[in-house]
T-cell receptor, first 114, second 112 residues
Framework: NAGVTQTPKFQVLKTGQSMTLQCAQDMNHEYMSWYRQDPGMGLRLIHY???????DQGEVPNGYNVSRSTTEDFPLRLLSAAPSQTSVYFC?????????????FGPGTRLLVL | GDSVTQMEGPVTLSEEAFLTINCTYTATGYPSLFWYVQYPGEGLQLLLK?????DKGSNKGFEATYRKETTSFHLEKGSVQVSDSAVYFCALSMDSSYKLIFGSGTRLLVRP
C-alpha cells in the first residue's frame, strides 16, 4: 500500500494562474478530504467527499473546486490563484474499522502564489 | 460551533524531561479525540486517539485521557527524546460528521 499520495510536492504560481493538486489513495476509502495548513491556524477543511460522485464544501471552500470520479482520486483545482492561497495543502482519506475512525494524511503540497 | 484549543508553543524541553501539552475542546455532543504529530517536512500522522469519556489513548510512550468533566485531552510523555521534536495537533470529530476539527498546533523542541 502506498497510502495517500500527493503531487506535486512544491509549486510556484503567478496570480491568476490555475492548477490542479493531485491526490490518490489505494486503501479503497470512501471518504477523502482536502485541508490547508497556515501558520498558527492548524488545518482547515476545504472540501470533502463521501464517495465517488459526491462532494461537499468544508470551512474554507472559496477559490477551490473538487471532483470525485473514482474512489481512488480526489483532485483539488485552483481556478485563479491568489496570494492568499499560499499554503501547505494536505489530502486525507478516512477508514472506519470496528466503528473507530482513522484519517490518513498525504505528505502535503507546498504552494506559493506570487 | 465545535472547537479545539491548544497551548501555544513553542515548548522547549531538555531530553528526558516530562512533557504536557494541554488541549481542551468545545463540542455539542460526544466527540472522538485525537492527537496527530507532524515531523519536519512531513504530513500528519495519527499518534493516539480516544473515543469515549475516561478512555486513555497511548502510543510511543505518549498518553492522553479523555476527560469529559473538564473537556480536556492533554498529551503527556514521561521522558521526551530529541526525536520527539515535532508539531503536535489536537483534534476532534463528531460521530455524525466526517470532519476533523484541529487545534492550532504546538511545536515541541527537545534539546540534547
Amino acid at each position: 500500500n502506498a497510502g495517500v499520495t500527493q503531487t506535486p510536492k512544491f509549486q510556484v504560481l503567478k496570480t491568476g494562474q490555475s492548477m490542479t493538486l493531485q491526490c490518490a489513495q489505494d486503501m479503497n476509502h470512501e471518504y477523502m478530504s482536502w485541508y490547508r495548513q497556515d501558520p498558527g491556524m492548524g488545518l482547515r477543511l476545504i472540501h470533502y467527499s463521501v464517495g465517488a460522485g459526491i462532494t461537499d464544501q468544508g470551512e474554507v471552500p472559496n477559490g477551490y473546486n473538487v471532483s470525485r470520479s473514482t474512489t481512488e482520486d480526489f483532485p483539488l483545482r485552483l481556478l485563479s490563484a491568489a496570494p492568499s492561497q499560499t499554503s501547505v495543502y494536505f489530502c486525507a482519506s478516512r477508514s472506519t474499522l470496528a466503528g473507530v475512525e482513522t484519517q490518513y494524511f498525504g505528505p502535503g503540497t507546498r504552494l506559493l502564489v506570487l | 460551533g465545535d472547537s479545539v484549543t491548544q497551548m501555544e508553543g513553542p515548548v522547549t524541553l531538555s531530553e528526558e524531561a516530562f512533557l504536557t501539552i494541554n488541549c481542551t475542546y468545545t463540542a455539542t455532543g460526544y466527540p472522538s479525540l485525537f492527537w496527530y504529530v507532524q515531523y519536519p517536512g512531513e504530513g500528519l500522522q495519527l499518534l493516539l486517539k480516544a473515543t469515549k469519556a475516561d478512555d486513555k489513548g497511548s502510543n510511543k510512550g505518549f498518553e492522553a485521557t479523555y476527560r469529559k468533566e473538564t473537556t480536556s485531552f492533554h498529551l503527556e510523555k514521561g521522558s521526551v527524546q530529541v526525536s520527539d521534536s515535532a508539531v503536535y495537533f489536537c483534534a476532534l470529530s463528531m460521530d455524525s460528521s466526517y470532519k476533523l476539527i484541529f487545534g492550532s498546533g504546538t511545536r515541541l523542541l527537545v534539546r540534547p
